[in-house]
């Protein structure tokens, strides 16, 4: 009894860690997104294949935001059925993913459409972009539901429990008044599957984003240097100081974006495979949490500095809220004339 009210005491204490930090961003992050999705809705402008993309990304991010608070819980222990934890992990799983491969598509989609901008309506993500947006949200479930076809874990979830060994009439006391076998996201995702899905599609996701990041830098560079020697010719010395400014700020903005971003997410992918890889060690719950909300959190902000950074898709908003604030101002004012004439 004293070990499952000790079991008890530490998942809340858990739970109102997950909450606390999980909670406020993911608030912030399905605001945002819902207020981008409706400046790219409202302006039939943005209506194409570009956007459309992003549109996509936003949802992803969005359905990211709210699983946010349930994905910490992958990497604890819960008395819950096979079937209960085989959705409780695939789900989030298979949203993070989906998040991801619609990142990639966007990143490609702006890298193809900068490195040859004369051929941008001809590129087959243009004229058939309902297939690339269908492979980026079938790939990744067909591929998180791989345990729910069979590649798991059940012995490791029938013979497991919540319960501290600590002597035998103890131990199956409290199994007796927990009931459920111990879920684990050992028991859902084989260290093959796990090693897949960091090795065979996060790293290369996350490099390549890297690296059409890095092109499209040094082709702005090189296309700075072509205006700088246009501009010699005239001597405008201060035109020139100033896009050099613009440019560093350029790379100084996307530089902290990745480290604030990718840099979480990336150690913490890198000390959950450490723990995979140590075999019987015991992690730090409490850094576990901190490092998958930070990271997973961190992620998420990808889409928003996106979005917010362009006008096309911030301006409607801001229209919406001065016809709004207006509104408000002139049904204030006719209150307060209204009740001084009463």
């Not at 085989?86 to 949203?95: D, E, G, T």
């Not at 998180?144 to 199956?172: E, V």
């Not at 702005?220 to 240097?225: D, K, N, P, W």
């Not at 719950?285 to 006008?311: E, F, K, M, W, Y």
């Amino acid at each position: 009894m004293a070990a499952v009210m000790r079991n008890n005491s530490g998942s809340n204490v858990e739970a109102q860690l997950i909450y606390a930090i999980t909670l406020p961003v993911s608030c912030a992050i399905i605001l945002i997104n819902l207020l981008i999705i409706l400046g790219i809705t409202c302006n039939r402008q943005l209506h194409n294949s570009q956007n459309y993309f992003f549109l996509s990304l936003l949802v992803a991010d969005l359905c990211t935001g709210v699983a946010l608070p349930f994905i910490p819980w992958m990497g604890l222990n819960r008395p819950l059925s096979f079937s209960s934890c085989l959705l409780v992990h695939i789900f989030p799983n298979f949203l993070f993913l989906a998040f991801l491969f619609n990142l990639v598509l966007v990143h490609y989609e702006r890298y193809r459409s900068i490195v040859s901008p004369l051929q941008r309506g001809q590129l087959w993500l243009h004229r058939r972009f309902a297939l690339p947006l269908l492979a980026v949200w079938t790939l990744p479930l067909l591929f998180a539901l791989l345990p729910a076809f069979g590649w798991n874990n059940k012995a490791i979830h029938d013979r497991n429990d919540c319960c501290p060994i600590t002597n035998s009439t103890a131990h199956s006391n409290c199994v007796a008044l927990s009931g459920e076998r111990c879920c684990t996201y050992r028991s859902v995702f084989p260290n093959a599957f796990i090693c897949l899905e960091v090795y065979g599609l996060l790293a290369p996701a996350i490099l390549s984003i890297a690296a059409m990041t890095c092109r499209v830098l040094w082709i702005t560079r090189e296309q700075l240097r072509d205006i700088q020697r246009l501009q010699r010719a005239v001597a405008n010395r201060e035109c020139r100081r100033r896009m050099e400014m613009r440019y560093a700020c350029c790379v100084a903005a996307v530089s902290l974006a990745f480290l604030a971003c990718w840099v979480p997410y990336i150690v913490y992918t890198h000390v959950g495979m450490e723990f995979l890889l140590r075999r019987g060690g015991r992690s730090n719950r409490t850094g576990h949490i901190v490092l998958s909300c930070v990271g997973i959190g961190g992620t998420a902000v990808v889409p928003l500095l996106l979005g917010l950074a362009n006008r096309e898709y911030t301006d409607p908003v801001k229209k919406l809220f001065r016809k709004l604030r207006h509104r408000c101002r002139n049904a204030s004012v006719q209150m307060d004339t209204s009740l001084r004439f009463s």
